[in-house]
Structure formats: structure tokens, C-alpha cells
């Protein structure tokens, strides 16, 4: 029998056992609990804090965190990060990474955390007050970047992504130096098939660009987002307050071509994953994650959507569970597939008319949303790759089309009483149908299509087409839905609305105060910018909706605003 | 003639009875020990980076760690050069770096933390300033500090030697102020930096069957923290109680003049030299010793006559053996060897002669 003294020293053992044991419990979430989502926040790094509920906080960030059942708290790596840290987060650190704490962050990641990364670059000089100190990022060569190259295949490039309309003016500030990046096209990856089905853009504000290498020992990689036009800038002398460096592609030296944003990567061997951004605004709550303040949406779809998607990536949440447009928002890729089309469209049924299969009409369905007509057109065979589709709108019921619209693979052409235009927020495939998007700012809400005609596009297009619709003008109905793309984002002068005064702005039907308020637009919101007073006072803006005069002093182009075409009211 | 055979054959014993008197009588139990505890580190994978400008285990010169090398080899462990590139692979016992003469970059610092915080085992030998590598208020050093309570200070350990007259440096001018009128000359103490202790904590298992004395050749001083904690801190090699730690070896060398600070320069004391690190729960384990010359062939393994097997301080010898055997978890090694008694030699009497040599490096040995 065991003495009370034996039995003691027994639970005395016991317990030591258990102490010793205890941290030697692996990495991860313990069965059961909720995965630990750490954000990094140092104040020597400057890091994008989880406690601002401000436009550079990453509040609605945690929150996506929190969405997925993660749990969430902050700490410094000045000390150790906890045993089962899932995820760390570390957005917008402003200085590289002390080696000290580069190290706390690698123990961690050798340990099977992942890393959610969302870093700047060198150089551009914030526009808030507390940091008027120019950014002094990881470098490529830094510890920080080679770890994530050797073991993750993401290297940081030492650029600063350079749009076409950018100018020394608008590259002074954050809020000017915006542009929109594509979700990678040519091998997509899960966490991105959504925006590469919808053509969702990214925004970024001063973003830097990333190189890439799919494969590796113990490791493989995947490109996020991409972008074409522009360069990647490699001296930082262009932000030098006084005889600024040219904006100027250096052959040799700058990086040209398909510039790749953002990027995941997974080392098999430490079981670690991590996704990395090249501009901390993707995330942060007054840029790419800002809502409507009045209906609480998110003004920019694409960076959402990457960001859901990618914490979901992150926290390892089957990929059924990960989000795509919720309720309420037009799901549809415009490739020449149909099987993406909602029902209750216009259907307008036409018979074989012609003995060219591949341009005989069977079928046109249309609907509209709050942005854009979609057109669907289905022929007898599949139709021909250079076919050319030809469609009329009539607005006012008076039995003359107001405008009509001429579609190829190669452009998009409207004609109205104020001459031929290009649309380059239009989008047009031919795959087993022909499908179509037109922004309703042109084709006028709730009108009716006329004739829809199939022809050869090498043909003359004055010449006859192939085939035409026989039925009267029939009216496009309207799905309650939102398009996800509230902006014309082809590669183009935008501006971004700014007030220090209010939250929200007036979008005038002409460029003075007395006229027409066509829309309220909340602070973060960018639109196109297509003209300017001949004062450079009003700025003319649209996108897929509207189109209408902003007052220059509340909006941040990122071009100088007087480089705008003047355009009579 | 028969008595002549005998004759013959009692000088025949006698030769051979005086030869074998003549043979050092040691010689012959060090091979024996030796070899017989050639598999006291067998199996062992153990690293040495080199990358950084350690001591190299192939460098048979006086700055060299080939002897150390040589005797853990002999031992039976296992011996490979580190490649940082790939970090430390997951089948090392041990990584041995013999005084880093450049700073760890920050991801060779993360390499290394996330080794070593997954029960990895090291054996540093840490030069003291001027070397650049390993500051203490930063990378590694700030890392051990904030984590187990042990780093190297930037100092040098020295004591008062004679004194001379030195011309103190010249003072430094304010800005649109007169140049100051220089100093006369003052007598000035030169500094004893190479110097042997015994000081020795018998109570940890480097120190099992460890006797005699241990030479250091311009150390750092180690800062302890030994309170109770996960990673428990033990000095194991002190100085004695006349040395401090200088913090401006530079105006030392420069100008052969120097001041003891208060607040300034380490307190004088006992300095930790050597400190072991071990962590039950994760199972990591460090040894520190200030000084990289304590394990070169010039420094704590100088033979004489050279290139033998007679070592001027079979402590250091013993001393290395033990903390690797300690790291790697084997049985002590320091009681099963032993080695000739060393020749003559024009290697530096230790303590208290002074040593104004430039630092790190020990006074080569003449024929090395």
C-alpha cells in the first residue's frame, strides 16, 4: 500500500512531468480551441494597428478574422509569441524588422504558424501628419525577404509601383498613389477565382512589387495579383523633395512588365504558409476594406474578396466554406459560359434564319443590375471567334434607338447624338455563347434592346450582318442586384474622394453647386476621371453608373488635375 | 667470452631499461586514454559555421581550430561544415561557432534563434570589441538577454598592469572653440588582458574532474542573469576579483591610455568568462565563453614543442572537451585524457605580466 509520503512525492513527479511536458506541446491550436490570430503592433515599426478603428487601422481586418471563429489579441515581438499562434499579422511595418525580432517571428513560423504579411515600399512618404518620415521598408536583400524567398519562394523587390498617369505631384502622398491590379490570370489560384471570374480589380496606394518562384525544395508559390501597366521604380530619388529623380522606365534597372502585388507561398516542411501583400492598404480599414457608410458594403469588392478568401486560405477553412459575393450582388463571369445565368432574364427566341450556323440567332437573353446590362446571345453552333455583335437600346419609347454598340474581341464601341465613343469598362467573350457588359451610365436604365445583329467582323461594317433578331424592341428587366464593380478601372486617371470636412460628398450633374445632386459619395470612394472645368475647379468623374462633376478641392486625383481634358458642361 | 655475452646482454637490458625510462611515461597513458574513449562522442553530428570568419577547424595555424576539431574527431563525433543557406539541419547535435568575426545577418539571427528555441545545442565562443560580431544590445545578444538572461557585454576584461608614462589623447575641440592645449604626460597603467583562473564552478558537469588553471587571451565579460526561470543561467568560469570590464578598448589601443569608469566600464569583480544555458522543457542548451582564442591552436591549444600533442594549458583542452560532451549530452570526457607535459616554450607567462598587445589575437608562438 502507498504511503501518504509516497504518494506525494508521486503527484510532486507528476506535476513536474506535466510542467516539462507542457511547452513542449506543439504549435497550432490545441483540438478544440480557436485558432490564435496574433497582430503584430510595435510602435518602432509603425505597424497598421488593430486597435485604430481609423482609416489605418486593420479593425475590419480582425474582424474578418473573427468572422471565421478566430481568435484575436496584439503583442510586440519583443517578446515570444505564443506557443499556438495560428496566424500572425503584420501590416504596414514602416522599418525593417530589427534581427531580434525578425527571429521571434521565424521561431514561430518554424513552429507551423502562418504569416499574413502586408508590407509597403521604401520611400513614399505618408500623408498623415505622425509620419511624415518616409517609409524605410525590408529590403530585398533583408533578412526578412530572404527567409520568405528560401523557404516560401516570395522575394521582396525593392520598387515602387510606378501607373502610367503618375506624376512627382501625385506620388507626394498615399492617397494619390493609387492603381488597380488584377487577380492572377494565368494559373489561378483558389483564393483569387472569384475575381478572376468577375474581373474584380485590387486597389493599392503605393504599392511595391514582389518576384515570384512557384517551386522550390519543401515549397511552391502562387501569384495573387498582377498588374501590366506601369513599372516597378527602383530609385527612391524620385521621392526626393527637391530635384526629383525622372518617373522613368530604366531599362536594366527597373522592373517592366507583368509586375506581381501580392503572392501566398507554403513550406511543406515546417507546415508554415504565408500570404504577402506589396501595399498594406489592401487591408487597411480606410482603403481597401472601407464600406459604405450608408449601406455598410464594401466599396471595393476585389480586396475584400482577396482578403476573406485569403484569411480563410490561412486559418486552413475548407475551401467550400470560403466566401464569395454574398446576396445581393450580380455573380457573373462575362467568359462565354452560360451556366452563371440567373433565371427571369429577357429571353427573346429567334428562328434559324440563316444557314451559317455559327451566326444564327436562337436566342438573346439580357438583364440589367445598379451598374450594367449583361447580353447574352446563343447561336445554332457555337458562334465564330471574329464574330462581331451589333445591338441598338431605345431609352425614350419613340421608336428610335438611342445608341447602339458595336462589340468585337478587340473593342467596344458606342454610338449615340454625341458621336462614337470607346468603353473600356464594357467586356465581351465568345466561348459556347456570346456574352456581353455594358455600363448603364451609357446604355440608360431601363431601356429596351432593339435589333441585336451577328456578323463578321473582318467584313465592312457598314455591310450587311449575317443575322438579326426579327422580334420588336423588348424590355430589359431589372435584378435587384449590385454590380460588384462600382468603377471603370481600365488604367486611366481616377480620383479618390477626400474630405477632411465631411464623410461624404455631392456628385453634381454640373460642375457648380445649383445643379442636380446625382449621388453622395462616402470619403475612399474612386472613380474614373474624365475631364476637368476649363478652371481645373470641377473635376468631371464617372463610372459604371454615373457620370457627373466633383468640386476638385474634395477629391485626390492622381494625376495633375489641369493634364485633364477641358470638357464643356 | 661467455662473460662477455653477459656483459653484452645486461648493456642490451640496460639500453632498453633506460630507453624506456626516457619515454615521458604520460605519453603512453594519453594515447591509451585516448583512444579509449574514442566513442565517448560517437554518433554525434556536430556543426561548425564557418561562413562569418570563425575559427576554422581545417586552419592548422595558430588562429585555427584544427586541435579542437582533431580531438572531438578522434572522439568519434561526427564533423560538418554549417551551410547557412539551408540553416541547421534537424540531425545536428551541435553547432559550434568559434568566434564569429562578422555580425550574424537577421536571418542567419532567426536561423539560429529558431534552432536553438527547439531544443537546439550551441557552443559560442564570442570575441570581445573591437570585433564587430555579436554586439550586446542587439541580434543574438539581445535575444539570449531578453530570453534566457545571458549575453556577452561589449567590454574587455582586463586588470591594472605596470605603470608608464602615456600622452593622454587630445581632447576633443568645441565647436568655434580654441583647441585645447594637450596634456602633459601621465603615468598610465598598462592593461593586463591575457591571463589564466581557476576560478572554476565544480558544482556543473563541465567542470566534473576538471583540475588546473584556464587561459584567456583578451575576453568579453558575460552578463547573468541566474534568477530562477525556464532557461536556467550558470557561470562556470570566473575572473578573479582584481579584473574589470573596459568598454573603450579603442582609445586603449590607439593611444595606450586608459581610465577605469565607474558606470561606465564593468564593475571589477569576479567576470563570468564561461556561462552554460539550459532549458529542461525545450531542451536547448548553450555554452558561452567570451574569448575565441581559449579554443585555437595559437591560444588555449598551443602545443609546444609545436605540432605535438603537448599542450601549454591541457585545462582549456579538457575544459572544451567537457562542454561538448556536456552539450551534446555524452559522459564527461576531461577525466579520460591526459597529455604530455609540454616542452619549453616561448609563449607569454600569464598572469600578471602585461600583455599591451593589440587585441583579439594572442602572441603567436614562435615556430607556429
Excluded at chain 1, 529590403?139 to 503618375?166: C, H, M, Q
Excluded at chain 1, 466566401?323 to 434559324?352: I, K, Q
Excluded at chain 2, 567537457?322 to 559522459?331: G, K, R, S
Amino acid at each position: 500500500m502507498m504511503s501518504g509520503q509516497m504518494l506525494l512525492r508521486s503527484l510532486a513527479a507528476l506535476g513536474v512531468a506535466f510542467l516539462l511536458i507542457a511547452p513542449l506541446v506543439p504549435a497550432r491550436a490545441q483540438e478544440g480551441q480557436p485558432p490564435l490570430v496574433v497582430f503584430i503592433e510595435d510602435e518602432q515599426l509603425q505597424t497598421s494597428s488593430v486597435l485604430d478603428s481609423g482609416p489605418d487601422g486593420v479593425t475590419r481586418l480582425e474582424q474578418i478574422f473573427q468572422s471565421y471563429g478566430a481568435r484575436t489579441r496584439w503583442l510586440t515581438l519583443s517578446d515570444p509569441l505564443p506557443r499556438d499562434t495560428a496566424v500572425i499579422v503584420l501590416v504596414r511595418p514602416l522599418r525593417a524588422l530589427p534581427a531580434d525580432q525578425l527571429a521571434r517571428l521565424w521561431v514561430q513560423l518554424t513552429r507551423g504558424s502562418h504569416l499574413l504579411l502586408a508590407i509597403d515600399p521604401s520611400g513614399l512618404t505618408s500623408a498623415r501628419p505622425d509620419r511624415s518620415l518616409a517609409a524605410n521598408t525590408d529590403k530585398a536583400n533583408s533578412g526578412l525577404s530572404i527567409l520568405l524567398d528560401r523557404y516560401y519562394g516570395i522575394r521582396l523587390e525593392d520598387t515602387f509601383l510606378v501607373a502610367p498617369w503618375f506624376t512627382h505631384g501625385s506620388i507626394t502622398s498615399q492617397l494619390t498613389t493609387f492603381s488597380y491590379v488584377h487577380a492572377e490570370d494565368f494559373a489561378t489560384h483558389p483564393v483569387t477565382e472569384p475575381l478572376v471570374a468577375l474581373r474584380l480589380p485590387v486597389l493599392v496606394w503605393g504599392a511595391r512589387t514582389l518576384t515570384v518562384e512557384p517551386l522550390g525544395l519543401g515549397s511552391h508559390a502562387a501569384p495573387l495579383l498582377y498588374t501590366l501597366s506601369g513599372y516597378g521604380e527602383t530609385n527612391t530619388k524620385v521621392f526626393a523633395a527637391t530635384e526629383p529623380a525622372p518617373l522613368e522606365v530604366n531599362l536594366g534597372q527597373d522592373r517592366v512588365g507583368r509586375l506581381l502585388i501580392g503572392a501566398l507561398g507554403e513550406n511543406t516542411h515546417l507546415d508554415s504558409r504565408v500570404v504577402v501583400f506589396g501595399d498594406s492598404e489592401i487591408v487597411q480599414n480606410g482603403y481597401g476594406l472601407d464600406i459604405n457608410s450608408r449601406t455598410q458594403a464594401p466599396l471595393h469588392w476585389g480586396n475584400r474578396l482577396l482578403t476573406e478568401r485569403a484569411v480563410a486560405w490561412l486559418l486552413g477553412v475548407p475551401q467550400e466554406e470560403w466566401p464569395g459575393l454574398p446576396e445581393g450582388y450580380t455573380w457573373l463571369a462575362v467568359d462565354g459560359e452560360s451556366e452563371d445565368w440567373p433565371e427571369n432574364t429577357l429571353e427573346l427566341e429567334d428562328p434559324s434564319d440563316t444557314p451559317i450556323a455559327r451566326y444564327d440567332i436562337q436566342r438573346v437573353s439580357a438583364f440589367q443590375d445598379n451598374g450594367y446590362l449583361y447580353l447574352r446571345v446563343e447561336t445554332a453552333q457555337p458562334p465564330a471567334s471574329v464574330v462581331r455583335l451589333t445591338l441598338g437600346i431605345e431609352n425614350t419609347f419613340d421608336g428610335i434607338t438611342d445608341v447602339t454598340f458595336a462589340l468585337d474581341e478587340g473593342q467596344i464601341v458606342a454610338q449615340d447624338s454625341t458621336g462614337m465613343f470607346s468603353l473600356p469598362d464594357g467586356a465581351f467573350a465568345v466561348g459556347d455563347v456570346i456574352e456581353a457588359r455594358l455600363p448603364l451610365r451609357v446604355t440608360g436604365e431601363g431601356g429596351l434592346v432593339s435589333a441585336v445583329c451577328l456578323a463578321d467582323r473582318r467584313t465592312d461594317p457598314s455591310s450587311a450582318p449575317v443575322d438579326c433578331t426579327g422580334q420588336p424592341p423588348a424590355i430589359v428587366p431589372v435584378a435587384r442586384t449590385q454590380a460588384p464593380v462600382e468603377t471603370w478601372h481600365a488604367p486611366m486617371p481616377l480620383v479618390t474622394v477626400y474630405s477632411t470636412r465631411a464623410e461624404a460628398v455631392n456628385l453634381r450633374a454640373q460642375p457648380n453647386t445649383d445643379s442636380a445632386v446625382l449621388d453622395v459619395l462616402v470619403n475612399g470612394r474612386t472613380l474614373a476621371a474624365v475631364g476637368r472645368t476649363e478652371s481645373g475647379e470641377w473635376i468631371q468623374v464617372q463610372n459604371a453608373e454615373v457620370t457627373g462633376w466633383l468640386a476638385a478641392f474634395v477629391a485626390r486625383a492622381n494625376v495633375e488635375v489641369q493634364t485633364l481634358p477641358v470638357v464643356a458642361p | 667470452m661467455r662473460k662477455r655475452r653477459l656483459l653484452a646482454l645486461n648493456a642490451c637490458v640496460l639500453i632498453v631499461a633506460l630507453t624506456a625510462l626516457s619515454i615521458p611515461p604520460r605519453a603512453n597513458v594519453a594515447a591509451e586514454k585516448l583512444w579509449q574513449g574514442s566513442s565517448r562522442l560517437g554518433g554525434y553530428q556536430i556543426y561548425f559555421s564557418e561562413s562569418l570568419g570563425e575559427a576554422s577547424r581545417f586552419d592548422r595555424s595558430a588562429k585555427g581550430l584544427s586541435r579542437l576539431a582533431g580531438l572531438v574527431d578522434l572522439l568519434g563525433a561526427d564533423l560538418y561544415t554549417l551551410e547557412w543557406r539551408t540553416g541547421v539541419p534537424a540531425d545536428a547535435d551541435l553547432l559550434v561557432m568559434a568566434g564569429p568575426a562578422n555580425d550574424l545577418t537577421a536571418d542567419q539571427v532567426a536561423w539560429l534563434w529558431a534552432y536553438l528555441q527547439n531544443g537546439g545545442r550551441l557552443l559560442l565562443l564570442a570575441d570581445p570589441p573591437p570585433t564587430k560580431a555579436l554586439p550586446a544590445t542587439s541580434g543574438l545578444f539581445q535575444l539570449m538577454w531578453d530570453d534566457m538572461g545571458l549575453r556577452g557585454r561589449n567590454d574587455v576584461i582586463a586588470t591594472e598592469g605596470e605603470l608608464r608614462p602615456v600622452v593622454p589623447p587630445p581632447a576633443q575641440a568645441a565647436r568655434d572653440q580654441p583647441t585645447p592645449t594637450p596634456l602633459p604626460p601621465a603615468e598610465i597603467p598598462a592593461l593586463v588582458m591575457n591571463f589564466t583562473t581557476t576560478t572554476i564552478n565544480a558544482f556543473h558537469p563541465i567542470a566534473t574532474g576538471f583540475e588546473g588553471e584556464l587561459a584567456f587571451f583578451g575576453a568579453r565579460s558575460l552578463e547573468v542573469d541566474a534568477a530562477p526561470r525556464e532557461s536556467q543561467v550558470t557561470p562556470v568560469v570566473y575572473t578573479e576579483s582584481s579584473f574589470y570590464g573596459e568598454s573603450d578598448i579603442a582609445t586603449y589601443q590607439q593611444f595606450q591610455y586608459v581610465e577605469y569608469n565607474i558606470g561606465k566600464d564593468t564593475t571589477r569583480g569576479m567576470l563570468p568568462l564561461v556561462a552554460a544555458m539550459e532549458n529542461i522543457a525545450s531542451g536547448t542548451r548553450i555554452v558561452l565563453i567570451g574569448d575565441r582564442e581559449f579554443a585555437t591552436n595559437g591560444g588555449g591549444f598551443e602545443t609546444s614543442p609545436p605540432y605535438s600533442g603537448a599542450f601549454l594549458h591541457p585545462g582549456n583542452v579538457r575544459f572544451m572537451l567537457n562542454a561538448i560532451a556536456w552539450l551534446v549530452d555524452a559522459e564527461p570526457v576531461a577525466g579520460e585524457v591526459s597529455f604530455p607535459e609540454p616542452g619549453p616554450t616561448a609563449t607569454p607567462t600569464l598572469t600578471p605580466t602585461v600583455t599591451p598587445t593589440p587585441l583579439p589575437s594572442p602572441t603567436p608562438t614562435a615556430g607556429q
